[in-house]
């Protein structure tokens, strides 16, 4: 079992650009969830899908951020244009919904806008 | 919103020292789930136990060791002759069992715990 993959793990980029983070959940596990770790709000839900439907993306900041999950191994999160306060560390977790468990979290992308 | 609380933001200890980590949980579910995690300064967060709401048996694992309060809705976590690796922030979180609630983990904002050689 690899675990949850995401990648990169560190993008540097400048104000004003696109930034496309992925992530590719552990078969079989029909949620996915992507969140934000930042020191002042610590970690926050932005979408999460069922089946690759969003189901709830209220935790998302605001319209240039949108997130895909085009089948059950790949997911997106995009944001257009990029500013210095979207800089934190993403996760994505991934979870057999409907059961018990938890999460299982991969090793977030550290994302810096300059 | 059902909030998760971590009072404790730092503790420092010795190494060999018990030590503690508070949570406290809201909910208005009958059913839930409790989760403690482990982020290490690698940054990765580790899953390290799941305790669902029926169940109030306190765990134990090695040095780690829970304790569920339902009737003071907390979840406390205690780590025993603490190790230098054992510094990390530790996250306290939720989940309903309720599958309407959509599975969502809500997390308390952790503590950071140091342990001193």
């Known amino acids: 079992d690899a675990g949850v993959i995401q990648s990169p793990r560190h993008e540097v980029t400048e104000m004003g650009q696109e930034v496309t983070l992925r992530c590719k959940p552990i078969s079989g596990h029909d949620y996915l969830f992507w969140y934000r770790q930042t020191m002042m709000r610590g970690l926050e839900l932005l979408i999460y899908f069922n089946n690759n439907v969003p189901i709830d993306d209220s935790g998302m900041p605001e319209d240039r951020f949108s997130a895909k999950m085009p089948n059950a191994s790949f997911s997106t999160l995009k944001i257009q244009p990029s500013e210095p306060r979207d800089s934190a560390v993403y996760f994505c977790a991934s979870s057999r919904g409907g059961r018990s468990y938890g999460y299982t979290f991969g090793s977030g992308t550290r994302l810096t806008v300059v | 919103a059902q909030k998760v609380t971590q009072a404790q933001t730092e503790i420092s200890v010795v190494e060999k020292e018990d030590v503690t980590l508070d949570c406290v949980y809201e909910t208005r579910d009958t059913t839930y789930y409790l989760f403690w995690y482990k982020q290490p300064p690698s940054g990765e967060l580790v899953f390290l136990i799941r305790?669902?709401?029926?169940?109030?048996q306190n765990e134990i694992s090695g040095r780690y060791s829970w304790n569920f309060q339902k009737s003071t809705s907390s979840f406390n976590f205690t780590i025993t002759a603490s190790q230098v690796v054992d510094s990390a922030v530790y996250f306290c979180?939720?989940?309903?069992?309720?599958?309407?609630?959509?599975?969502?983990?809500?997390f308390g904002g952790g503590t950071r715990l140091m342990v001193k050689p």
């Open positions: 979180a939720r989940r309903p069992l309720n599958n309407n609630a959509g599975n969502m983990l809500t």
């Open positions: 305790r669902n709401s029926f169940d109030e």
